[in-house]
């Protein structure tokens, strides 16, 4: 699907489709994944949930070079900087955002990331396949993004399964309500909802507060996107949200550092 009226997730994971059967998985690819899976287990891991469940505003930082909705998002780039900053300004996490053709990502981002802050670290990417997963706890992820929407019938949980064995932690992104009631159904501890449409891009953060106010008290919600300086966070507080994955307002400001410190210093 091509043009500028179509599906833009659709665009995506087609493109990620054909990447996937054009580039088969290496052999031994599994095996590698689960002896690094062991090697992360023995050595202790960064829990992404546990970051999440320490007091006040937690943010995961997002490290990004553009979107399809706006372009280049910062120029020059430099991730090890930008990582550096996200730490130095409160960050709880990071999410690497790895895919090549839309967002211009690098897996490689992703270690690097890793070695240089003490935060998790969540590889974000429009994940298809089990080989993905295990490509992600290779590069040392601790953490994957998950979008619900895109993964139908039994593969969400094929997917879910996968994760827990490797373990790496999952955010589950939903933006419907079918969506949600999919991720209920699974037990899935850690939801983000995302205020932008991937279908079209367009933001709605009143309609995604909405949908996480139905989110049992059991589950931890991420809001995703939509926020764009202190008084957003300020006002998510008073619908009982705390914790958020801001990108753009982060990418776009000379002081990524300072720019999260503001928002962290809301709670």
């Not at 996200?86 to 790895?98: K, R």
Request: charged share 25%.
């Amino acid at each position: 699907m091509s043009g500028p009226d179509a599906d833009v997730l659709v665009q995506i994971t087609d493109a990620v489709r054909e990447r996937l059967a054009h580039e088969p998985p290496p052999v031994g690819l599994e095996q590698r994944a689960r002896e690094a899976a062991g090697v992360r287990r023995r050595g202790g891991r960064r829990s992404l949930l546990a970051a999440l469940a320490a007091p006040g505003v937690r943010v995961i930082a997002e490290c990004k070079r553009r979107s399809p909705s706006a372009g280049w998002l910062r120029q020059p780039f430099e991730p090890l900087e930008l990582v550096r900053a996200y730490a130095a300004g409160g960050a709880a996490a990071l999410s690497i955002v790895t895919e090549p053709r839309f967002f211009a990502g690098q897996a490689g981002w992703v270690p690097v990331a890793r070695q240089v802050v003490a935060v998790p670290v969540m590889q974000k990417d429009f994940l298809l396949a089990p080989s993905q997963l295990h490509e992600a706890v290779i590069l040392g992820a601790d953490a994957v993004l998950l979008i619900a929407r895109v993964l139908p019938g039994g593969l969400l949980a094929e997917m879910l399964t996968v994760a827990e064995e490797l373990g790496l932690e999952v955010l589950l992104e939903v933006h419907d309500e079918r969506d949600l009631e999919r991720a209920l159904e699974l037990r899935a501890p850690l939801l983000g909802v995302n205020s932008r449409d991937l279908r079209t891009f367009r933001v709605d953060a009143d309609a995604a507060a909405a949908l996480a106010a139905r989110v049992p008290p059991d589950r931890v919600v991420v809001m995703e996107s939509g926020i764009a300086g202190p008084d957003d966070v300020r006002r998510m507080l008073g619908r009982g949200l705390r914790h958020f994955l801001v990108g753009e307002h982060l990418l776009r400001a000379a002081d990524p550092a300072a720019a999260l410190a503001a928002l962290v210093a809301c709670g």
